[in-house]
């Protein structure tokens, strides 16, 4: 099992994957660690739908046109309560969207655990993801996730240096 800066250095957004069925003992691993995801006041603020084929998965790719996405065969869809989110009460922040990244975050790390390659999708048609797809009333399709065996596997990941993005001085003050 590898230590968990391996990996999240193995997890990269996978826009290749091969033809080969994600075992339902994998799924069942995946959701159970996303299930196991913190939120604001506990209250997890989301649900989410699996869909490998059917009228459903038509949706998605109508929604998400990239024949790279039509390749997953497995599409998790990401959706928000805000209903049910804690709402910050000294600006009225919903906190909906965050929790969900971080289950979000907990799912696309298991699937790299379970040598499964993932994707963030939000750059998907929303309002006809809405109209056509059947969302449970109060909730918003937020991200789309395909998953599935890796393909092609990158050569790089790019990534910033540690001196860009933190400033230690604070801290070592």
């Not at 869809?77 to 979000?104: E, F, M, Q, T, Y």
């Not at 040598?115 to 998907?124: A, D, E, P, Q």
């Not at 309002?127 to 596997?153: C, K, N, Q």
């Amino acid at each position: 099992m590898p230590k968990f800066k391996e990996l999240c250095a193995m997890r990269y957004s996978c826009r290749n994957y091969a033809e080969q069925a994600v075992e339902d003992e994998k799924l069942q691993y995946i959701m159970e660690c996303v299930r196991l995801a913190p939120s604001a006041v506990n209250r997890q603020p989301w649900q989410f739908m699996i869909v490998k084929d059917g009228p459903l998965r038509d949706i998605i790719n109508n929604a998400y046109a990239r024949e790279w996405m039509r390749t997953a065969p497995v599409v998790v869809v990401c959706l928000a309560d805000r209903g049910s989110a804690w709402v910050r009460p000294s600006d009225g922040k919903n906190h909906a969207d965050i929790d969900l990244a971080i289950a979000i975050e907990h799912l696309v790390l298991a699937a790299a655990d379970q040598g499964l390659g993932s994707c963030w999708v939000c750059n998907f048609d929303a309002p006809l993801f809405a109209r056509t797809f059947p969302i449970p009333e109060g909730l918003e399709a937020i991200a789309l996730i395909p998953l599935g065996y890796p393909d092609v596997l990158p050569t790089e990941k790019k990534r910033k240096a540690l001196e860009e993005i933190v400033d230690l001085s604070p801290a070592l003050s």
